[in-house]
């Protein structure tokens, strides 16, 4: 017997209806179970190939699998190595987060990172040496993620830095993240000045190294490597997001590390100041989130006819989305500047645009996604806690599934919505909900605020249009 | 005569093999009868004058409302020469259940059963509506007194009431009852921007009914009641323990 | 002697207090054994190795479900416990505000709980919305029109391979298990099937059934276009075969215009293959109306024909003028205009039987003129006539002092969705145009005694203005007919 064969003789039949309203009132006088749908038109401009796109026959099986790939990979800390040998970053090419950008367009806190990373790898000696390098093409870059790594706020890596390196033992695949540096004025806000200098090549000398020895040690230990995704988990559950709140998950990082750093073989003091530095940066575990997102995200890529997105990243000018069913395409328009709350005296005047890699912790499902699970963000970012519940809720209806690895308590432990749909933002045209820190429009100033921030809706509708070309025609 | 849709409440309870039927009244939209004990309403599908009754079986056609057309055929509730026929289920509404309860700043009351059952009059007589009102709301928030109501309304209602009403009234303690009071009652735990407009449209059902329902949902939910005189009786002390 | 059911889900993860839920619903299945549903945890391969279970290159990532049972079919039923377990915590947890509110859903698919969805978006917007649907496990009524073709195809063909139907496009009358979609008469559920590719005129047979005291419990619209060449019957072929597979029903209906030719052909062959009988109620010219299709099936049960129902006197002389027609539903219209033009001659209309008779509805009538309100163009920011009276209740008035005018006939179509009392709103211009202007009134009453308006009560209010009103469609136009005097030259 047919599906429909089975409605007929149902005798409780339940309806949603999309459109006229007096349809639905009709139902409700037979006294029909009924759900009112709030329906309405996609973004203009986009029906066409919004249709073209709905009507390929691969996109529900390529979406179902790009989950089921999102939600078997694991992440498990392996290695810390400098960029150098782990990404084979050339002599004078950086790294940066975002999508391609050009000296010409870099924002404020870009173009100080940059200036920080020839400062610091001594291509040049002064800011002004920097610039003028920078400015005639003596250094080459690309996006962090065209090597599969991330980078939080400007994401400058230089060859000397030493990465994070994560593993996913379901495909293999291994991504990458700087250590972070810590609040105030640091590299990835774009400040340059000495103590700035200092602190990277602290981070180079002693920390690196010292954590590479603990996370051989622990790999090699009963325990096995670090599981960044159990941590993960964990943390949802504990108030974090993984995305502007990773206290609970830096606290745990360091549970699991210390004894191996305790036993490397490093100085008391160089052990002290490592585990003051570790301890003392509440956001330290981002720079493990990330890639961890990194590699859930990963998992999906390239699979014909899949509408889901890949990444989403900004690098302080453009937002930019990639979509499994197109690739490597990046999809860009101008970032829109986040709105929350200011520290200090600091005004929407003094805010950057969007900027960072920290995007994939939502295209991976957290963050601004798990915003139920972290009422204490919710303040910080200028909203109440039934605001947060409700941007979660809104999370679901354009996203192909949860991810039941990160339960959200107040949801009754509902998994995380995972898997954005290009179309079902184009149709609902609710955009995905990013929580993240503001950095200072002029170099070097640091955090200003905290706030909300979406992709531009043209991110979404360069996207559908891609994936349309790439799918049968039709009509 | 068509079909007709019963509430699921009824579902598990309809006599099979019915003995006694006794039509009790019809007005507006609405025939009330006893079925061997049990108090079942009939009432038009497609009217929205008249909030669709947890206990109601929902005909057709107004003719089908007129007392002398009801009997039992086979022990089975019947229209004219045909029993009828229970073609669907609809399921009435039902309080969302909250861990929203009264905050410090509200002091929810307790009403006093034995003063307000059977109180004033018609069908459903304003005593046994503000009742209905604290009941649903309780049901709701797990009020600590639920049991403890809903007990003294099951042994006293028989003597005190219409059959109807304490029908009613078992179904409030369940957290069932009328669209409008349910979406008061949801408003009001979900703390949302339509709570206004939804004691509005409460307040229009019936008619003092909807009046009283919403005064024991607020009484429930520990919203004060000051100044209305029909409320002012109930405030008093020897109507509501604390 | 046991059955063992072992099955590793790859990348299935569950957090360890639902599977304990599971796990017990799972273990007090009725002739289980043994059961274990967890995560492959070493600490939970012991467990399943020390009950016995061997499981194969487990990993930690993997849900593992063990169970032993005394026989398959208790494993099966542990299998469904297990799944009926899983979907209560989803559902539970979509249901979970958080103590917040919950907003509505924007999209079709959201509504995770219906098995059917109710179409009515703008035509561009509906192919989107429909998909998703689909994809969700609903059938599909499509009461948008301007769909495209190639859309209506795919669709079609989506809701083939997933065991579903699409209603539509411009579909506006269904009805499912006695549930009225769209404009729908109330009927007692009953023996006759029907699968219409033309609205009103299902609910025309339906209403007649109804009088006829037989049942009709469903009522599958396949949308105007699918007896076309390109479309090919795709849902009129699963309309024929659910309803044949429906144990209620004896006898089934297609009612529709003349398909294209080799689909017909196509469909009475598939017909011939089904279990119950078909009969075909194909309108059109030298084509058998509505009433005389009802009176087939009353025949082919063995259910007496009754006298259709009529109210009023139709006035004794027989009056000088054309004929005029006012319909809301464009197939009652076409049926009337096919047995007038057998008579009369040429019938103007906006959806004329002739290219040659294309009239403008919004100029005055020419001679005979039949004008179906519902067409497209009349209804351009406007309700549909059977919701909103005005136009025709403004053309009546025109035609009861257009000296030309000799009868007119109308529709006055009934059940849910429409106006919910015409006859209050026509009575006036129809009292005015009788008594004032001395036209005789004649009225289709397509409605059913268990319609929201009242059958008897419609037909009251409408035979004390004056008019005569009689159920069957093909009688009113007969009798409207005969109403005219035909002058010498014609």
Known sequence: MTKFQGLLEMEDIKVATAGVPLLADALSDQLVALTRVDWRPAVPGSQAALDRVMADVRRTSANSLALTRMLATGAQLVDVRQASEALNLETRTFLHAGPPLTWENASGPMRGALIGGVIFEGYADNPEAAEKLLASGGIKWEPCHHRNAVGPMAGVVTPSMWMFELLDPSTGNHSWCSLNEGLGKVLRYGAYSDDVIVRLQWMTEVLGPLLKTAVKRRNASAAGPVDVKAILSQMIQMGDEGHNRNRAGTLMLIRDLLPDMIESGASTTDLATATRFIGGNDHFFLNLAMPACKLQTMAARDIPGSSVVTVMARNGTDFGIQVSGTGDKWFTAPADTPVGLFLGSYTEADANPDIGDSAIAETAGIGGFSMAAAPAIVRFVGGSVPDALAATRRMYEITVGENQSFGIPVLEFRGAPTGIDVTRVIRTGILPQINTGMAGRLAGIGQVGAGLVNPPMACFEGAITGLAEASPQVG | MGVAVGSSLLSPILPKKAVHLAILGTASGLTWLNLDGLAVTVQLVANRAQPALPTSIFVQSPADLAPERFGLIDGRLALGDRPIEISRWWQPPRVRESSASSSSSRISKTPNVELLLGSGIGLTPEGDDLLAGWLVMARAIGHPALTKVQQKVRLTAASRTTLFSARLLECASEGFGVAPLVAYVDALTSNSNTTQANRESLVRVGHSSGAALAKGVEMAFGIPQNGSPAVADYDKERVCAQ | ?490
Not at chain 3, 187 to 197: D, H, M
Not at chain 3, 200 to 214: E, F, P
Not at chain 3, 265 to 286: D, E, Y
Not at chain 3, 342 to 369: M, V
């Open chain 3, 1 to 490: 002697m046991s059955e063992i059911h072992v099955e590793t889900r790859s990348g299935a993860y569950r957090d360890s207090v639902s599977l304990l839920e599971v796990s017990r619903a799972v273990a007090q299945t009725p002739g289980v054994q043994d059961a274990i549903v967890a995560m492959g945890t070493p600490l939970n391969l012991d467990l399943m190795r020390e009950l016995g279970f061997v499981i194969d290159a487990p990993s930690a990532n993997d849900l593992i479900i063990a169970i032993r049972a005394i026989n398959k079919s208790q494993i099966e039923a542990a299998l469904a416990a297990m799944a009926n377990e899983f979907d209560a915590i989803d559902r539970r947890a979509r249901a979970s505000s958080g103590g917040g509110e919950i907003a509505s859903a924007r999209s079709v698919g959201r509504a995770h709980d219906a098995n059917l969805a109710l179409i009515s978006v703008p035509g561009s917007g509906a192919f989107a919305e429909a998909v998703d649907a689909l994809e969700s496990g609903q059938s599909v009524m499509l009461f948008s029109d301007n769909v495209p073709v190639w859309q209506e195809i795919l669709l079609k063909d989506l809701a083939s391979s997933l065991d579903l139907l699409v209603m539509g496009p411009d579909c506006g009358t269904a009805v499912i298990n006695g549930v009225g979609l769209g404009f729908a008469n109330v009927v007692t559920p009953g023996p006759i099937g029907i699968v219409a590719a033309s609205g009103t005129g299902a609910q025309h047979v339906m209403c007649l059934l109804d009088q006829a005291g037989v049942g009709v419990t469903n009522c599958v619209g396949v949308g105007g276009r699918d007896l076309s060449s390109s479309v090919q019957g795709r849902s009129t072929i699963s309309a024929l075969n659910a309803l044949s597979e429906d144990r209620r029903t004896k006898a089934i209906v297609l009612v529709s215009k003349p398909p294209a030719p080799e689909v017909a052909q196509m469909i009475r062959k598939h017909a011939s293959t089904l279990t119950k009988p078909v009969i075909f109620a194909l309108l059109g010219q030298g084509l058998p109306d509505l009433t005389s299709a009802t009176e087939d099936i009353l025949n082919t049960i063995g259910t007496p024909v009754p006298k259709w129902k009529s109210w009023g006197h139709a006035p004794l002389k027989k009056h000088p003028g054309f004929l005029r027609g006012l319909y809301s539903g464009g197939t009652v219209c076409d049926e009337a205009m096919v047995i007038a033009s057998r008579e009369l001659g040429p019938i103007y209309s906006n959806i004329p039987l002739n290219p040659s008779w294309h009239h403008d509805p919004f100029s005055s009538s020419r001679e005979n003129t039949f004008i179906d309100f519902g067409d497209d163009a009349m209804t351009v920011g406007r309700a549909h006539p059977m919701i909103d009276p005005t136009l025709r209740i403004e053309r009546l008035r025109k035609e009861s002092v257009d000296p030309e005018c000799g009868v007119i006939i109308m529709d006055v179509v009934l059940g849910h969705g429409a106006d919910p009392n015409p006859a209050a709103s026509l009575a006036p211009a129809i009292k005015e145009t009788i008594s004032a202007h001395g036209i005789p009134v004649v009225i289709a009453l397509i409605g059913a005694t268990g319609d929201p308006q009242g059958l008897e009560r419609q037909a009251d209010l409408l035979s004390e203005a004056g008019a005569y009103v009689t159920v069957s469609n093909a009688a009113a136009i007969r009798k409207a007919i005969s109403l005219i005097e035909l002058s010498e030259a014609s």
